[in-house]
């Protein structure tokens, strides 16, 4: 059974940081690009950042990119999200997502495309 488990998430003040986790329990987590999403309250979820299998290729919302960094460790079946600098619109449900890299070119932002999702995890800015 594919389990998806995110991590880190909670209350910090506008500037702060975090970093989120997503523990993996898939056969070969190599063979997996993988993606963050969020959603606010009221709002559909949305891309946040993507990673390809070789960690190689990444790309960002541009509304995180500069502040968010995406990384993996495949030898831990983990992938990170670094947030930085954090916004009151950074306010959201993040969840991760894990694609097989033979079903997309390198990585994709389109929710649509990956196989499995976590349950989520918060992450609350307070304005």
């Known amino acids: 059974q594919v389990q998806l488990v995110e991590s880190g998430g909670g209350l910090v003040q506008a500037g702060g940081s975090l970093r989120l986790s997503c523990a993996a329990s898939?056969?070969?987590?190599?063979?997996?690009?993988m993606g963050w999403f969020r959603q606010a309250p009221g709002k559909e979820r949305e891309f946040v950042a993507a990673i390809s299998w070789s960690a190689v290729t990444t790309d960002y919302a541009d509304s995180v990119k500069g502040r968010f960094t995406i990384s993996r460790d495949n030898a831990k079946n983990t992938v990170y999200l670094q947030m930085n600098s954090l916004k009151p619109e950074d306010t959201a449900i993040y969840y991760c997502?894990?694609?097989?890299?033979?079903?997309?070119?390198?990585?994709?932002?389109?929710?649509?495309?990956?196989?499995?999702w976590g349950q989520g995890t918060q992450v609350t800015v307070p304005s």
């Open positions: 997502a894990a694609v097989l890299r033979e079903k997309i070119v390198v990585i994709t932002t389109l929710q649509g495309a990956y196989d499995y």
């Open positions: 898939l056969h070969t987590f190599s063979r997996y690009a």
